[in-house]
C-alpha cells in the first residue's frame, strides 16, 4: 500500500531542502516543540474557547520523512522545517523547537530562509537533477484522481 503526504512548500536550496507547513489559525497559540499537542486560545469577548490541534512540527516531521524516502538516493542532504501560521493569529508561548525546525509569521519568512542559507554548509546533492525530477513527479501525484480521492477520504475520517 502507498501512503502519501500532502506538503505545502518544498524548497530546494544549496544548504538542503525547506519543507513548509502554512496553517491558517485564529486568535493565540500556545504549544512546545515536543507536545504532541497545542492549544489554541480564541477570546469572543468573556468567552474563552481552548482547542487543541496537533503539533506542526510533528506533522511536518512525516512530511520530511516522505521526502527523504522518495529522495533518499539524492545525496546526503540536509532537511528545514518551517512552520508558517497566517490568519490573524498571535504566537503566545512557543517554544523548544527541534532541531533544524523554524516558525513564524509570513513577516518572518525572508528572515527564516536567510537564517537558513547564511548559517548552514552547502549541501552535499549527489544529483541536483534527480531531487528535481522526483520533485515533479511528487507534484504530479496531485493530479491523481485516486490519490486525491484517498486523500480526501483519509482527511474525512481524522475529521470525525
Request: proline content about 4%; hydrophobic content about 40%; aromatic content about 14%.
Given at each position: ?14 544548504v538542503g531542502i525547506i519543507v513548509f507547513e502554512v496553517k491558517d ?9 515536543y507536545q504532541k499537542y497545542w492549544t489554541q486560545v480564541l477570546n ?20 520530511v520523512e516522505a521526502l527523504k524516502q522518495i529522495l533518499k538516493y ?87
Amino acid at each position: 500500500m502507498h501512503r502519501y503526504a500532502q506538503v505545502d512548500v518544498v524548497v530546494p536550496t544549496r544548504v538542503g531542502i525547506i519543507v513548509f507547513e502554512v496553517k491558517d489559525y485564529k486568535g493565540w497559540i500556545f504549544g512546545k516543540g515536543y507536545q504532541k499537542y497545542w492549544t489554541q486560545v480564541l477570546n469572543y469577548r468573556r468567552l474563552k474557547i481552548k482547542k487543541q490541534f496537533y503539533n506542526p512540527f510533528f506533522q511536518n516531521n512525516g512530511h520530511v520523512e516522505a521526502l527523504k524516502q522518495i529522495l533518499k538516493y539524492c545525496g546526503d542532504v540536509p532537511f528545514f522545517s518551517v512552520i508558517i501560521f497566517y490568519g490573524k493569529c498571535v504566537l503566545k508561548d512557543v517554544s523548544q523547537f527541534p532541531v533544524n525546525s523554524y516558525i513564524g509569521n509570513p513577516s518572518d519568512v525572508g528572515k527564516i530562509l536567510t537564517d537558513i542559507l547564511d548559517n548552514n554548509p552547502q549541501a552535499n546533492y549527489n544529483d541536483k537533477w534527480e531531487v528535481v525530477n522526483q520533485l515533479k513527479a511528487a507534484v504530479m501525484n496531485g493530479n491523481d484522481e485516486e490519490i486525491v480521492s484517498r486523500h480526501i477520504l483519509s482527511v474525512n475520517y481524522l475529521a470525525k
